[in-house]
């Protein structure tokens, strides 16, 4: 699935506008937990988080993961975006709580794959 | 918690809450020997062996006697995750010391955080106890004791806003410090600038 259709979708805010969303997503992974996601994402997920310090950018960056949506009106510091930008990586952010984006997420992800 | 800041800012409010008229916390970042270790040390009531040795577990107290809260459970989960511990030394009448280490460069430490700003929230809506803040980085080390600053500005100075504008700027300038020999320390430890700013 597309990302920009997840991002309508789901109307998450991009705080990366400059960067490209007509990007291929495969699947997504929650997690708050740095080496859990070090350890089981996987390259071209969408990560789903409400950790909002720099070494997700860089974990991002490190797994091949192309986006990360911060759930719950987590807020990131403003280098965060910037790295991200410089990355490439594409930073979302929702007032969602975690099960409802990615309750919402596994319902669209299966009834496209029908 | 989300950050190393908001815990301290949790023991604290412990230690007001045990009578504390004075707390110590030092935070030292050993890069070389890659630990992290806070200390926050009060001269409250205290606890008896009994009661310091189960605030860390979440179960043995009940929520309406309890006098602290999930604060430290939480912060000894968080730091045995991260190859630390957190330990309690606490005698009645003499006060609580909790030490906390982590392994610094562990992937899940949770970030030191806006020490800054808890430091000024701190102080602000306490200005009757005396706090001592340390921070050290190898040689460098910046030191904040508002017990000296109440001796230079009177009893009053810490209600005073123009006291914090100076406070500020001076917890900016001791942590731009510490900033430069973070980075310092950690290209002579591992040879090579960090790519995200470490806190």
Redesign the interface.
């Known amino acids: 699935m597309k990302l920009k259709e997840i991002i309508n979708y789901l109307k998450l805010q991009n705080l990366t506008p400059k960067l490209d969303t007509d990007i291929k997503i495969i699947g997504c992974y929650v997690s708050d937990?740095?080496?859990d996601t070090?350890a089981n994402a996987s390259e071209g997920d969408l990560w789903i988080t409400q950790q909002?310090?720099?070494?997700i950018?860089?974990?991002a960056s490190l797994k091949g993961i192309p986006a990360i949506l911060l759930v719950n009106d987590k807020r990131p510091i403003p280098?965060m975006v910037k790295?991200a930008e410089e990355e490439g990586i594409v930073f979302l952010a929702t007032s969602m709580p975690c099960f409802e984006v990615a309750g919402r997420l596994y319902q669209l992800h299966f009834s496209k794959e029908k | 918690m989300h950050d190393i800041s908001l815990n301290i800012l949790d023991i604290v409010e412990n230690s007001i809450n045990a009578k504390a008229t004075r707390v110590e916390i030092a935070i030292e970042e050993n890069i070389r020997e890659d630990k992290l270790c806070i200390t926050v040390a009060d001269n409250g009531v205290g606890m008896d062996s009994r009661l310091s040795s189960s605030v860390t577990d979440p179960f043995t107290t009940t929520r309406t006697c309890r006098k602290v809260g999930l604060g430290l459970p939480l912060l000894r989960i968080e730091a045995k995750q991260c190859h630390g511990d957190l330990s309690i030394d606490s005698r009645p009448g003499e006060g609580t010391t909790v030490k906390v280490i982590f392994q610094y460069g562990h992937i899940d430490r949770p970030p030191l955080g806006d020490i800054a700003s808890t430091l000024i929230c701190i102080i602000s809506a306490n200005p009757g106890l005396d706090i001592v803040y340390q921070h050290r980085i190898d040689n460098v080390c910046y030191r904040l004791d508002t017990g000296e600053i109440k001796k230079v500005g009177g009893e009053c100075c810490l209600k005073e806003k123009s006291t914090f504008a100076v406070l500020s700027q001076d917890i900016e300038k001791g942590f731009s410090n510490l900033a430069r020999q973070r980075k310092k320390v950690f290209k002579q430890v591992f040879g090579y600038s960090p790519r995200v700013d470490l806190v």
């Open positions: 937990i740095m080496s070090l909002s310090h720099q070494t950018v860089a974990l280098e790295k």
